[in-house]
Structures are given as C-alpha cells and as structure tokens.
C-alpha cells in the first residue's frame, strides 16, 4: 500500500515564525502534491512537484514556496506565517496512475 | 478557478437509506474522480469514471457522469454509519492526475 505521511498532524506558530511541512512517500512516486483546506472552499492547489528539484505553482503560491531535495520528501515552507495561512494542510502524491494518495493531513494554527 | 460545485453541502439520512450526491463542473474533462474524507483526515480515492462513461459501479457505490450537463452524481446504497464523512468530486483534465480540480464537498451524516 502506498503511503503518504506528514510531519505533524497538528501545528501551532506565532505571526511571523518560519514553518516546515514536510511530506514524505514511500513509492518512488514522481509528483508530489500540497493543498490547503478551508471551511467552504474545498481543495486548493499550493505547489506542486514533477521531479526532484522541479516545481511549479499551483492556484494559491503566494506566502509559501517549496523544495524538494530528494524523490520521496516535498516540503512546504511558510516563509513568514500569518494568520490567514492557519488552516489544514494536505500533501499528495501520484504515480503513474491516475488517482492520488493523500497523507493524513496538518492542522496549522497561526496565532 | 475551475472548482467544481458539489451539493448538497451537507446530508443527514439513516442508516439503511441511500445517499446521493452531485457535483457539477464547468470545462472538458478527461475523468472525474470521488474522493472522501474522514473527520481531520486526509482524502482516500473513492471512484474513477472516464469522460467516455456514462456509469459506473464499486461495490455500494454508483457514479453517473452526464458531460453534457458538465455533472456527476454518486450514490451510495444501503448506507452505514460508518459512510459518515465528507465527499469530494476532482476534475482530471489532464488524465494523469497530474492536477486535479476539487469541488467543495458535502458532508454526509449517516445516524443510526
């Protein structure tokens, strides 16, 4: 079974702080995925990752960039949080088929 | 923003009742995809229909897709308490799932 995991399942950071998310899979998988969650819209698109050093934007990279050093880990940073990112944070990940394989997800809270 | 629109937001029936669902979206699309989520979790992979199917079964669940309409509906039969969760639909317009598009969802309460 593929498997997706998250760094933290909950997160809790002062205005300003700098935050790391990190994502990591264990099927060799290509693209990797994060997306945030809020209350009312649904799944948005942050980042996103092709190969290891590649990236590109998703709907929503303002506030956020991401690295990916190695195929299985795609972080997402935070550089300066504020409170409009407090929200929950998904990774993904595909490869080769068709669906994606979501880790358990971080609820970031940004006070 | 592409995002599909799912309705109801919300759905509370009991336990042995069918649960419908319905999702719209508004370009082509490859293949559209349900997915669902338990409380404070992560999404699981739920169904995959093709833009070239008009139905398809897993088990309890049964998914239509109307392209003309730009719609899809899932049903889940016989429903348990544990179906409790929320119900997304994606929009793949790629066929590689390489970015998908999620509706809003609906959250589905299955009491006993």
């Known amino acids: 079974d593929v498997k997706v995991t998250q760094s933290s399942r909950y997160l809790v950071k002062r205005t300003g702080e700098k935050v790391f998310l990190e994502c990591v899979q264990d099927?060799?998988?290509?693209?990797m995925f994060w997306y945030r969650q809020d209350p009312g819209l649904g799944l948005r698109l942050i980042y996103f990752s092709y190969d290891v050093k590649m990236k590109e934007k998703g709907d929503i990279p303002e506030g956020y960039s991401v690295s990916r050093e190695k195929k299985e880990r795609f972080s997402l940073i935070l550089e300066s949080a504020s409170t409009n990112q407090t929200s929950m944070y998904l990774c993904?990940?595909?490869?080769?088929?068709?669906?994606?394989?979501f880790g358990p997800g971080t609820r970031l809270l940004v006070l | 923003s592409q995002q599909g629109e799912e309705d109801p937001q919300a759905l509370s029936i009991q336990e042995g009742e069918n649960a419908t669902m319905n999702c719209s979206y508004k370009?082509?699309?490859?293949?559209l995809q349900w997915y669902r989520q338990n409380s404070g979790r992560g999404l699981v992979h739920l169904i995959l229909?093709?833009?070239?199917?008009r139905e398809k079964h897993s088990g309890r669940l049964r998914v239509t897709l109307d392209t003309s309409k730009k719609s899809s509906s899932l049903l889940i039969t016989a429903s348990r308490a544990a179906d409790t969760a929320s119900y997304f639909c994606?929009?793949?317009?790629?066929?590689?799932?390489?970015?998908?598009?999620f509706g809003t969802g609906t959250r589905l309460q299955v009491t006993l």
């Open positions: 099927m060799d998988h290509e693209n």
């Open positions: 994606a929009t793949d317009h790629t066929g590689t799932a390489s970015k998908l598009t």
């Open positions: 370009t082509s699309i490859n293949n």
């Open positions: 229909i093709r833009s070239n199917e």
């Open positions: 993904a990940s595909i490869g080769g088929r068709e669906t994606q394989y």
